[in-house]
């Protein structure tokens, strides 16, 4: 009699069909490790035709929802062509609307060319209109303030002596 017999994990590989050699000759000569796989393959097979069974069932009570093939490229929503028309007549709509705008500016420029061509401007000018446009006089009670900071033009007419530097912040 074989005191080695196989253990409940070699039982359960062997009826999973991951069997060693030595397995194969332990139950080729052992009756009680014959009869355990022997059980455990009928327990197996059982749940096995129970799982069968309940899906079976399943599907009976609950048919299967019918699910629409993808569209082919001819039965498309809305096929290619017809994309190309509509880009077409939105094109021609759209192509009177040009032409009035075209022939307004025309008109425009027919009647006042000063106003549709801009003189152009030089940085300097630009700078000295921007410069008088922020220039604005300070109101009253901020007007103390006033002193601390000097422009370009009082700094020059306050000439400091020779070796002296500012300490206001010039703008």
Same mark, same amino acid.
Not at 93 to 122: G, K, N
Not at 132 to 155: F, G, K, N, Q, Y
């Given at each position: 009699?074989?005191?080695?017999?196989? +253990?409940?994990? %070699?039982? &359960?590989?062997?009826?999973?069909?991951?069997?060693?050699?030595?397995? *194969?000759? !332990?139950? $080729? !000569?052992?009756?009680?490790?014959?009869?355990?796989?022997?059980?455990? &393959?009928?327990? *197996?097979?059982?749940?096995?035709?129970?799982?069968?069974?309940?899906?079976?069932?399943?599907? &009976?009570?609950?048919? =299967?929802? !019918? *699910?629409?093939?993808?569209?082919?490229?001819?039965?498309?929503?809305?096929? $290619?062509?017809?994309? #190309? *028309?509509? #880009?077409?007549? =939105?094109? @021609?709509?759209? =192509?009177?609307?040009?032409?009035?705008?075209?022939?307004?500016?025309?008109?425009?420029? $027919?009647?006042?060319? /000063? $106003?549709?061509?801009?003189?152009?401007?030089? %940085? %300097?000018?630009?700078?000295?209109?921007?410069?008088?446009?922020?220039? &604005?006089?300070?109101?009253?009670?901020?007007?103390?303030? +006033?002193? @601390?900071? +000097? +422009?370009?033009?009082?700094? /020059?007419? !306050? #000439?400091?002596?020779?070796?002296?530097?500012?300490? #206001?912040?010039?703008?």
């Amino acid at each position: 009699m074989n005191t080695n017999h196989l +253990t409940e994990r %070699d039982q &359960e590989e062997y009826v999973l069909g991951q069997r060693t050699p030595a397995m *194969v000759q !332990h139950l $080729a !000569h052992c009756a009680p490790c014959q009869a355990a796989v022997a059980r455990l &393959e009928q327990g *197996v097979q059982l749940f096995r035709s129970a799982a069968l069974e309940w899906i079976a069932q399943s599907f &009976e009570k609950r048919p =299967l929802r !019918h *699910v629409p093939a993808a569209p082919v490229a001819g039965n498309a929503l809305f096929p $290619a062509w017809q994309w #190309a *028309v509509a #880009a077409c007549l =939105l094109f @021609l709509a759209l =192509l009177p609307a040009y032409f009035l705008v075209q022939r307004a500016h025309q008109h425009e420029a $027919a009647v006042h060319p /000063a $106003a549709v061509q801009v003189a152009p401007i030089s %940085d %300097d000018a630009l700078l000295q209109q921007v410069d008088e446009e922020v220039s &604005e006089s300070v109101p009253a009670s901020m007007e103390p303030l +006033t002193h @601390l900071v +000097t +422009t370009d033009r009082e700094a /020059a007419s !306050h #000439a400091s002596p020779p070796g002296r530097q500012h300490s #206001a912040q010039v703008n």
